[in-house]
């Protein structure tokens, strides 16, 4: 286990107040990524419950998650899929629309990013509405992906984000 704690990744979490809109309480999580020892601190934290072979695909949610995923991934000698936006991937891909407070938002995965059966960690680095993550759970298990936890590095708890990831395991390190 690493020798930073918890509550040091949290507080080097820099908290930009109406960014990028006005009301939004910003989570900067550059200052954990910009200090070699916490970011390995923090993907140590991520991938502790696991060894090399537990978890084949760590799926990464756009755009933050594939930092800690992809990080992740390689430390536990596991594949990487990336989660888009609609449009971004190049071959063929299966979508999912989730709602939004105005409208609604679609992500993307490969068609063949995943195997029936393939054990799956979903990697974010924060849990909000939980929208984002659901609707990544639905493309992850419609491509025959078995969930055997989704991690985020923060939760704002007072948005009940877990509500909308059911049927499996949530972790988050921190919470605000
Ligand atoms: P949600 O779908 O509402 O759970 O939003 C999760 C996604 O939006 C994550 O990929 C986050 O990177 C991003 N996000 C949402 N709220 C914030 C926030 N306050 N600070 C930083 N990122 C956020």
Redesign the pocket.
């Known amino acids: 286990m690493s020798a930073i704690s918890l509550d040091q990744l949290r507080a080097a979490v820099r908290n930009i107040p109406d960014f990028p809109q006005s009301g939004?309480?910003?989570?900067d999580i550059t200052p954990v990524l910009g200090d070699a020892v916490l970011f390995s601190a923090l993907i140590d934290h991520v991938a502790a419950p696991y060894r090399p072979g537990d978890v084949d695909v760590v799926v990464g949610?756009d755009a933050?998650?594939f930092i800690l995923a992809a990080a992740t991934a390689y430390r536990l000698q596991a594949a990487f899929a990336p989660v888009r936006k609609k449009g971004k991937l190049p071959y063929q891909t299966l979508e999912q629309s989730y709602d939004l407070e105005y409208g609604s938002n679609t992500v993307a995965m490969h068609a063949d990013a995943i195997r029936t059966g393939q054990r799956i960690l979903l990697v974010?680095?924060?849990?909000?509405?939980?929208?984002?993550?659901g609707a990544s759970a639905s493309l992850i298990e419609r491509l025959g992906g078995r969930i055997i936890e989704a991690v985020f590095f923060i939760e704002?708890a007072f948005?009940n984000?877990r509500s909308k990831l059911q049927g499996f395991p949530v972790r988050t390190l921190v919470a605000f």
């Not at 939004?24 to 989570?27: D, E, G, S, T």
């Open positions: 939004i309480q910003f989570k949610i933050r998650g974010d680095d924060l849990l909000a509405t939980g929208g984002t993550a704002l948005l984000g």
